[in-house]
């Protein structure tokens, strides 16, 4: 096994925390196992974790936290690590929304991000055959925790109907990510529209794009192509993505409808009756 001490704490975010562990670990006195043993893993996790050839959960950060008492210094760093798990591409983009307080997207082919499953997440991301599927989904989820603040993002989705037709995972795992859009039919901050089939020609047929505003600083519009991402600051790009958004919007149902139709899709053809939950104000 590769000693710890051998790696640079500066290299990454993952080095660091895997080296801090170490650190900490054996400041009190404790193996491997010991420390496995009391936060209800394995020695063998542990030492991986240690060495960066495994990627800690915020789960494992926190038992760890609780154990060694660090007063939340590892659920303060992996944040940054599960960050630094994204495609050096996304990393910008991820480290902007994060910090936006308004974000209008309109998806022509997936969910958004961050309105995905963990399943939904996992059979998208592995279609691009990744050497660390379970780091990418992590980080993945990672970035939904922004919607868990006392004050998110206001945002604003709409879906192509496609999105809810195309069976990512298979049935059970389409069912389970309508019924999370569901939760949102009634939400405080998170919205939903449908662009339905009907609509034909529409305002962004050439695809997906992202607004992004922020208190302070000029608005961002953010788009992908078949392998990176770009954003940009240009006022005439801005102005043009918020017209072409506001005809998208003009163009989807309303929520309630929107919630109707996704209710719909699920019993036509996934094979399931299903009501929207109670849903969260925070």
Known sequence: MANIQCLDPTASPLDYYGWELRRQREAHGLKQGQLGDIIFCTGSLVGQIETTKKVPTRDFSERVDAALGTDGLFSRLIGLVLRSQLPAWFQPYAEMEAKAAYISTYQAQLVYGLLQTEEYARAVLATGKPDDLEGLLAARMERQRILERERPPLAWVVLDEAVLHRPIGGPEVMRRQLARLLEFASHRWMHVQVLPNKAGAHASLAGSFTAMRFDGDPDIIYTEDVISGHMTA?????????LRYARLQAAAHSVED????????MEERY??????EEPSVA
């Open 258 to 265: 929107s919630a109707e139709l996704i209710i719909r899709v």
């Open 271 to 276: 094979g399931v009756c299903s009501q929207p």
């Open 234 to 242: 240009n006022p005439e790009t801005v102005r043009e993505a918020a």
